[in-house]
């Protein structure tokens, strides 16, 4: 009797292990990392559930960064509690927090010919000096000479700066100061900064209050091709700030193939770096040269 009991004991904790490591809520990386780590270790975890507000009662649970219309946050917390949620039916959605990388131009600029160049040779008039906008990643370098006096504070930058984010600001924006080749798409536009640490959109209030119609997210975190919480909170931000649009880069993981879902193992296929360039309502942009 007493083996017989010691068995269905570990039967039941098998079983009970297993649904939480294979649970349809947590994303395959994220089932991967928890597979490999005991429940008394912390983990950064992007959290899509019910009630955010629930979660803020949560001693347990370190709030890093949030989008609040979609639900969604990114959480710091031990393996065991993010199961007990699970358990209590909390969680819509849980994936891994995935560090974003720059994705670096391959190959040179050139804006010449029949490219940027060219437009505002026909279009002249259109410099977009009336447009707010802003590049999502590390800080870029504000005093800058091809952006002097078109910069803007959101308050929400990166604390680091980086020569990625200074490129992007002046395909954007650049004023052709130093260079003929650093005259921007809109060279008119007024820039700011904003960090892309949380991989989440930036609040509502700071798209509104500095009348932000394009924000620029030319970074990702290796192939993904899921609908993720990230993607769902950027098409909340889209429908809640009808005049913004989010533009995301495609990756340069063109030659690459995908290692999990429908399409594994297909070249040329599924390759797009970032499960948040899967939502509906963005442009993600890719290229077949330089």
């Known amino acids: 009797m007493k083996h017989f009991l010691v068995l269905v004991i570990i039967i039941s904790c098998c079983i009970q292990g297993n649904a939480q490591i294979k649970s349809k809520k947590f994303s395959s990386a994220l089932q991967e990392v928890i597979a490999k780590k005991s429940d008394k270790e912390t983990i950064d975890v992007l959290l899509s559930v019910k009630d955010l507000s629930q979660i803020h009662r949560k001693e347990k649970i370190q709030i890093l960064n949030e989008y609040a219309p979609s639900q969604t946050a990114l959480v710091r917390l031990k393996i065991a509690d993010l199961n007990e949620l699970v358990n209590s039916d909390e969680i819509v959605f849980a994936d891994t927090y995935r560090k974003p990388v720059e994705e670096l131009t391959t190959g040179a600029l050139e804006i010449s010919l029949n490219k940027i160049s060219f437009s505002h040779n026909q279009f002249p008039f259109i410099t977009g000096d009336s447009i707010f906008a802003s590049i999502k990643e590390q800080r870029f370098d504000t005093n800058d000479i091809d952006i002097k006096g078109r910069y803007f504070n959101s308050n929400v930058a990166a604390p ?34 904003s960090d892309f640490a949380s991989l989440l959109p930036d609040a509502d209030s700071v798209y509104q209050k500095y009348k932000i119609t394009i924000q620029n997210h030319s970074y990702g975190t290796g192939i993904e091709n899921y609908y993720g919480a990230d993607a769902a909170a950027f098409d909340l931000s889209t429908k809640n700030n009808p005049s913004l649009l989010h533009v995301f880069s495609a990756g340069n993981s063109g030659t690459l193939t995908s290692t999990s879902g429908p399409y594994t193992g297909v070249q040329g296929f599924a390759n797009i770096t970032g499960s948040f360039k899967m939502a509906k309502n963005i442009i993600t942009v890719g290229a077949t040269d330089s």
């Open 160 to 193: 680091s700066l980086a020569s990625h984010a200074s490129i992007m600001t002046t395909m954007l924006a650049g004023g052709a100061n130093t260079s003929p080749f650093a005259k921007g798409a809109a060279w008119g536009s007024y820039v700011t900064s």
